[in-house]
């Protein structure tokens, strides 16, 4: 259960970016398999049931943001990227943590399900297919909403990190 | 996930079409290998090395990919694995019970008739708060199981418990000393298992008992006649025998009990 409870964790906090709601996810979900492990599809990997969980709950947790109209992000300053300085040494990028709330800023202006497509493919390493199983939609809707995605955090992040 | 604003479908304009122009290389370069299909990535690799805006538009792309990669690395740990584990395992052992407790409710209340089983166990539980402190503040002490069950026709004052003589015996025997004591309750009432016992009507029912023994060949014959059952009790020998032994039996065992009992209801 641990093993797969970090798993859990790690895609709850990419997509929420907070911890304490990420950990509320992860409870949830793990009860919720408890209680449909009789449903269990064995044809189904059981990690791509699990992040299947997540995402959807994950998923409720953004829309409700939305509707409050706040997000886990409020408290950074959208004004961060413009005084990032720029980097080209990644190393000095990682260490930046201006640079990774920032980034962190970007995601969570995506579109919910925008956002969940590209943690589960761009962070968390899923293949297309895996990620159009979890959420249950076709493959070219997840490459469709995975450019976009892309384009929005590029379009964003170029002018701090170009050469 | 309907109902966003995402995108729903992926446009087709970059499907393979020989010679990939720059328009389809700036939606395609947005792509991983694996993304595109063999031929779709023979040919964005085609364009690439011959257009050079879009090199360095792809570069861009690139360097995006270089931060978001270091990025997904920024992950805190879930803090500690095994208090999560015994949450979730708490919650799911009190979601069981809620459930139980639940699906018992649905049960009688929900699905056999709201108004009336409700009304029926609230009138149950009422009626039996109140003859418990009817009975409590009565000054009789309850015992359970003392006696067998010999009358399912509750608190009624002729009712005598076994084995004081055959049943229908000891009914009338009662009857007669019941009347004889003039309004006096009898000395115990049975209802089912449960045994109220009075002492003050034991001593008195002896006192009367020992009375009429010393004066028996003295009574008239209208007692015999009005009171036939306890003259047959006074007059045979071993019917005698058994009724001393019975009180004996009794008075016995009310020093036992009061020995058991808490002070605060000691029997009177």
């Known amino acids: 259960m641990e093993e797969y409870q970090g798993y859990a964790f790690s895609v709850a906090f990419r997509i929420l970016c907070d911890e304490e709601e990420a950990r509320d996810v992860v409870q949830e979900s793990f009860i919720r398999i408890w209680s449909s492990l009789p449903r269990y599809n064995r044809e189904m990997k059981f990690t791509t049931w699990m992040y299947s969980i997540v995402a959807h709950l994950c998923y409720d ?103 | 996930m309907p109902g966003d604003s995402s995108v729903n479908d ?14 389809r290389f700036r939606k395609a370069m947005y792509f991983r290998e694996d993304e595109l299909g063999p031929d779709e990535w023979r040919e964005f690799q085609r364009h690439l090395s011959t257009c050079r ?20 690395n920024r992950t805190p740990n879930s803090t500690n694995p095994v208090a999560m584990a015994n949450a979730v395992i708490g919650e799911i052992e009190r979601n069981n019970s809620r459930k139980t407790s639940a699906s018992v409710y649905d049960l009688i209340v929900l699905r056999l008739g709201l108004p009336v089983v409700r009304i029926a166990i609230a009138s149950t539980l009422t009626l039996l708060c109140a003859s418990f402190l009817i009975e409590y503040t009565s000054g009789y002490v309850h015992v359970k199981g003392l006696e067998t069950s010999i009358s399912t026709s509750s608190l009624v004052h002729s009712d005598f418990p076994a084995p004081f003589l055959t049943q229908n015996d000891a009914l009338g025997v009662v009857s007669d000393l019941s009347r004889f004591a003039t309004g006096k309750k009898s000395f115990f ?39 036939p059952q306890l ?20 008075m016995s065992l009310i020093r036992e009990l009061n020995d058991l009992i808490p002070q605060e209801r000691k029997i009177p």
């Open chain 1, 61 to 163: 947790k953004l829309r409700t943001r939305k509707k409050r109209g706040t997000t886990a992000l409020d408290a950074v300053d959208p004004s961060l990227l413009a005084s990032v300085a720029v980097e080209h040494n990644p190393e000095r990028l990682y260490s930046n943590k201006e640079l990774a709330g920032a980034i962190e800023m970007l995601t969570d202006k995506l579109p919910p399900k925008q956002k969940i497509i590209f943690v589960l493919r761009d962070l968390q390493g899923l293949s297309v297919s895996e990620v159009s199983e979890i959420l249950r939609l076709s493959e070219s809707s997840v490459k469709a909403n995975l450019v976009y995605a892309r384009r929005f955090l590029r379009e964003r992040l170029v002018p701090f990190i170009s050469d």
């Open chain 2, 189 to 227: 009432e049975v209802s089912g298992n449960w045994v109220m016992i009075n002492k003050a009507s034991i001593e008195d029912f002896i006192l009367l008992y020992n009375e009429l023994q010393s004066i028996t060949p003295k009574l008239p014959p209208e007692f015999r006649a009005a009171h």
């Open chain 2, 10 to 23: 992926l446009s087709p304009s970059f499907q393979i079409e020989m010679p990939m122009n720059c328009t």
């Open chain 2, 231 to 250: 003259w047959k009790l006074l007059t045979k020998k071993k019917d005698a025998k058994e009724l001393d032994a019975l009180l004996k039996e009794r």
């Open chain 2, 53 to 72: 805006a879009c090199v360095a538009k792809y570069r861009e792309v690139e360097r995006t990919q270089e931060v978001l990669a270091l990025f997904k």
